[in-house]
């Protein structure tokens, strides 16, 4: 995991699977995203049958840094789902 590439190959590999209909049980009532680059994807199922991937136009960005990309993130999920537990959850120490 210290290899980029092999990070970028692996959030490509979970989004490419977790779009499958397979998972839409799994994601039923529920949304992951998926930092790709400077896009962002979200995978969710509505009726635990078919799995949605949309792309979250307003969460596109340039910026490298994790940290201040999750600040994004947190602001767009307290405007979307203000009634909702949020869970950051982040492997890099300096978030």
């Known amino acids: 995991m210290c290899n980029s590439e092999n990070k970028t190959q692996l959030i490509e ?4 699977e977790g779009s499958k209909d397979k998972y839409a049980p799994t994601l039923q009532r529920r949304r ?3 930092v790709s680059g400077e896009k962002c994807i979200c995978l969710s199922s509505e009726d635990g049958v078919k ?3 949309v792309q979250v136009h307003e969460l596109y960005s340039s910026q490298e840094e994790a940290d201040t990309r999750i600040m994004l993130h947190l602001k767009h999920a307290a405007e979307e789902y203000s009634n909702k537990t949020i869970i950051v959850r982040s492997p890099d120490t300096d978030v």
């Not at 590999?13 to 490419?16: F, G, I, K, N, S």
Request: hydrophobic letters at 70%; a neutral charge; aromatic letters at 20%.
């Open 13 to 16: 590999l979970l989004l490419t």
């Open 51 to 53: 799995t949605n991937a």
């Open 32 to 34: 992951i995203f998926f």
